[in-house]
């Protein structure tokens, strides 16, 4: 059975048809009054009418047709605008009903929405269970199959939210508007200023962390709605819900022009500036996502410092341990500005030691795995301040072990590769040669993995150049990979695929970073996808409470799709 379209629908004017006079039809017209539409009941004249919606009618909220139903009011008591066809039928008595099936039939053949009660198989569409706070909104549907259960779900969802959130939601929308208002009167004798988004139901684009070179004139239109991007899509939630119209003037000020950079205070009034024995520098890792794998010396560093300069994909529940008190720096990296945030941060840091601080450089992953550790450690080091460094588990090696991976198998696979998916400056690195029996994890790949699954496989501009000494052996096409996105993390994914249909996968399916890309025939170990498609998606990581396991022993991992036959397309 296919899912059901979920939309947010603008009812203001709508005119609701409610055929029935009990406690639902009540909550149906109040219901209808709440989203701007004007509610007509439909009832003989000596029907017994609810208490509430009794005293609606009599304040004159609800209309009152005192008959029963008849076939000419769907196309008579409507909107003169839309031919006086009603907008929307809500009938209130038991689906088992004759006049039920009559009413649902006849709302089919004229395409007008209709809601039965307990009668899913009535119903062109369902309300759902609602959670409104201000512009948020929050709906969960069971499709007819238990509304108690939806209503608790919409509870517990809503319930894990900061307190007010629609109010953030509310402030960043303000800030969008004036970016993209702004940015357009700048650039409007250019191409359009700001990126286009989707609507809330499309996915991310595997192009949302692309490279942007120097030269991309292009991209300095963008670069304030590109951090905006990276705000709302890794501040942690807590975070988000108490910004301030100065985070908004920060943001606004933020890159106007290539160069420049509006670095936050150190002294804001709630830190703690008391003399300390003297400054300390911590270089930490927080592991790939979840929490409970941060190291004990990792969360002590977090509660003692006074000074965070924390990677801008340290995931939220990690950033939700840091004390209210701690003075908070997230990275303003994207593609193209890396180079620039990562100069501010070791500004901040030193400007935080300069005046006796205890900074944490809490990185994701492990502070030597591709994480510039040593770069930081040597810069400080040059200044007079000699790091602490406290590893932390790379998803190189942990990701692989929640995707059901085992990097090394006896038989398979005898060695592990870490690459690098990113060259610096955006340059490709060169690709490692095909070893049947090597596993190769490739982190930061995800925004050229077309490129990078090209020069693997020797199909790449570049390969097709070299001269046949120096080229590396190509890689089989069918060679099974796996895209690890938010590995341990309550929204983790893996794509499961092969080098030939891995790019199509990603390109439909979007991207969720950070991602990385395993190659080698250790990814068919334990999840075997002959038959089952070009490529399997499996959402989710349910903990490591939970013990059970699933048909192919991955623990976690809550739902998946297989994606059509393995002939389609080829």
Known sequence: MAPPLLTALDSIGHV?????????????????????AKPKVIAPADADFHYVLAKRIEDGDVEWIKKNFEDAHLSTLGRVEVDNVVDAVFVTANGKNAES?????????????????????????????????GPLQIGITTSGKGCKLAS???????????????????????????????????YETEEQATEVEDDDATAQRPSFNRLVSETDHNAAKTRR???????CEYWPLRRLASITDADIDTILQSYTAPSDLVPPPLDAPHLDTRSRPKPMIILAGSGPGDPSLLTMATHRAIQMASVILADKLVPAPVLDLIPRRTL????????GNADAAQAELLSLGLEALQKGHTVLRLKQGDPYIYGRGAEEYSFFREKGYVATVLPGITSALSAPLFAAIPPTHRSVADQVLICTGTGRRGAAPDPPTYIPTQTVVFLMALHRLSSLVNALTGTGPTMESCESESKPKPWPRETPCAVVERASCPDQRVIRSTLQHVCTAVEEEGSRPPGLLIVGWSCEVLVEMKGRGRWL???????????DSGPDGVAGLVKGKNVDSPSRNE
């Open 225 to 231: 709605m590109r951090w905006l991007s990276q705000i």
């Open 16 to 36: 609701h048809l409610v055929v029935g006079s009990n406690p639902l039809a009540s909550a149906r017209c109040s219901k209808s009054i709440e989203v701007g």
């Open 328 to 335: 908070v720096h997230i990275a303003r990296k994207f593609p």
């Open 537 to 547: 998606v499996e959402e989710g990581f349910a903990g490591f409470e939970v013990l």
């Open 152 to 186: 608790r779900i919409r509870r517990e969802i809503s319930s894990s939210l900061p307190p007010n959130f629609g109010t953030a939601v509310e402030r960043l929308g303000v800030v969008r508007r004036r970016i993209w208002e702004e940015d357009h009167r700048i």
């Open 101 to 133: 099936t009559h009413i649902s039939s006849l709302c089919r053949r004229m395409r007008v929405p209709v809601n039965v009660v307990d009668a899913p198989n009535l119903c062109t569409f369902t309300l759902l269970s609602t959670h409104s706070d």
